[in-house]
T-cell receptor, first 112, second 116 residues
Framework: LAKTTQPISMDSYEGQEVNITCSHN???????ITWYQQFPSQGPRFIIQ???TKVTNEVASLFIPADRKSSTLSLPRVSLSDTAVYYC?????????????FGTGTRLLVSP | DAGVIQSPRHEVTEMGQEVTLRCKPI?????LFWYRQTMMRGLELLIY????????DSGMPEDRFSAKMPNASFSTLKIQPSEPRDSAVYFC??????????????FGPGTRLTVL
């Protein structure tokens, strides 16, 4: 399983765009990149997943460069409710067993 | 759908007692996961079931921990005997395993276990 490295914490203000970068230098050919969000006292929640280039959904965008050794989760115009821990994970999606290995995550604090 | 249901939400017990945590996965999901979260170790996968069969239990800390999935709608995680270091939040998650591609895991609200 490829190891991921992401900043421990980030601060932002309401209305700003937040970009959280994750490093995964040893990503394998079959690995996908997945981001989860966890609010205090709740279980993690899936945000977005991608393999290469760019993926966008109603919540976030995920940018993946050609070498796939890193990825960036982009949250447009954050609000106070986006304060949470964000986890970047990589794993083989072709085996049918997505073993999620959660790192320390990035603790995002959004202030007024 | 009500999502993944876990019970109890909070459990306080004394060292040496048996603890049983329960989970009802989302209907139709064929994969179930048990995780443990602590400040020191973060979120760890304990065991994974696919179609009610344990596939990977390499994360189960020791023999005091056991998990069962007697049917597709119910799973238990048992700790016997419990120790203070077992204090943590235990999450159950489920997903629909398509064989490949996105297998989004849906987490329950967790059970906060305190062993005195």
């Amino acid at each position: 399983l490829a190891k991921t490295t992401q900043p421990i914490s980030m601060d932002s203000y309401e209305g700003q765009e937040v970009n959280i970068t994750c490093s995964h230098n040893n990503i394998a050919t079959n690995d996908y990149i997945t981001w989860y969000q966890q609010f205090p006292s709740q279980g993690p929640r899936f945000i977005i997943q991608g393999y290469k280039t760019k993926v966008t959904n109603e919540v976030a965008s995920l940018f993946i460069p050609a070498d796939r050794k890193s990825s960036t989760l982009s949250l447009p115009r954050v609000s106070l409710s986006d304060t949470a821990v964000y986890y970047c994970l990589v794993g083989d999606m072709n085996t049918g067993f997505q073993k999620l290995v959660f790192g320390t995550g990035t603790r995002l604090l959004v202030s007024p | 759908d009500a999502g993944v249901i876990q019970s109890p939400r909070h459990e306080v017990t004394e060292m040496g007692q048996e603890v049983t945590l329960r989970c009802k996965p989302i209907s139709g999901h064929n994969s179930l996961f048990w995780y443990r979260q602590t400040m020191m170790r973060g979120l760890e996968l304990l065991i994974y079931f696919n179609n009610n069969v344990p596939i990977d239990d390499s994360g189960m800390p020791e023999d005091r921990f056991s998990a069962k999935m007697p049917n597709a709608s119910f799973s238990t995680l048992k700790i016997q005997p419990s120790e203070p270091r077992d204090s943590a939040v235990y999450f159950c998650a489920s997903s629909f395993n398509r064989g490949q591609g996105r297998n989004e895991q849906f987490f329950g609200p967790g059970t906060r276990l305190t062993v005195l």
